[in-house]
T-cell receptor, first 113, second 115 residues
């Protein structure tokens, strides 16, 4: 079975500072990895995904994530955050070849002025 | 593309009553998912369909929960004999078959409150 761990439930950061949101997964098979974002009072939307190929993937709004197979991690980063990045961020995994998506518990990013 | 729509947006019911939610996916999408989300938690997988076939159902889901997608288009999620612990946001998502089709499109959810 697959699982996803997001150790940080909340991350406060000042505007224009860099941020890293951590995600670790567990799986006995190869997986696809995703980050979704949920802005206040909105539905979840895809930020970026890793399926194969380059381990560094770029997403919308200046976010990027790096797949590290040896550490089973898929951390999300942004070099300079904006107030508008305040949201809940969810890491998700699905075994390749299936379509069952497992989500982590989420990290609430709060960008401070 | 009208997006994934869910109905109703909110539902308040008394314990022991049955409730049914509807999800209309994006029209060309063949996969449809149901998730449940409680405050401070991530979406919890309930079940998913490929066309009309229900391919997987969470073991966490009791027999009180049933989902259908009779013609491979819209889906319904029914909860029988609701309990207070069923209070949550019920999310529907769909995904399609074109190219890299792993992107889930989520609806706005149905917020269930069981009194």
């Amino acid at each position: 079975a697959q699982s996803v761990t997001q150790l940080d439930s909340q991350v406060p950061v000042f505007e224009e500072a860099p941020v890293e949101l951590r995600c670790n997964y567990s799986s006995s098979v190869s997986v696809y990895l995703f980050w979704y974002v949920q802005y206040p009072n909105q539905g979840l939307q895809l930020l970026l995904k890793y399926l194969s190929g380059s381990t560094l993937v770029k997403g919308i709004n200046g976010f990027e994530a790096e797949f590290n197979k040896s550490q089973t991690s898929f951390h999300l980063r942004k070099p300079s955050v904006h107030i508008s990045d305040t949201a809940e961020y969810f890491c998700a995994v699905t075994p390749s070849g299936t379509y069952k998506y497992i989500f982590g518990t989420g990290t609430r990013l709060k960008v401070l002025a | 593309d009208t997006g994934v729509s869910q109905d109703p947006r909110h539902k308040i019911t008394k314990r022991g009553q049955n409730v049914t939610f509807r999800c209309d996916p994006i029209s060309e999408h063949n996969r449809l998912y149901w998730y449940r989300q409680t405050l401070g938690q991530g979406p919890e997988f309930l079940t998913y369909f490929q066309n009309e076939a229900q391919l997987e159902k969470s073991r966490l889901l009791s027999d009180r929960f049933s989902a259908e997608r009779p013609k491979g288009s819209f889906s319904t999620l029914e909860i029988q004999r609701t309990e207070q612990g069923d209070s949550a946001m019920y999310l529907c998502a769909s995904s399609g078959r074109q190219g890299n089709n792993e992107k889930l499109f989520f609806g706005s959810g149905t917020q269930l409150s069981v009194l």
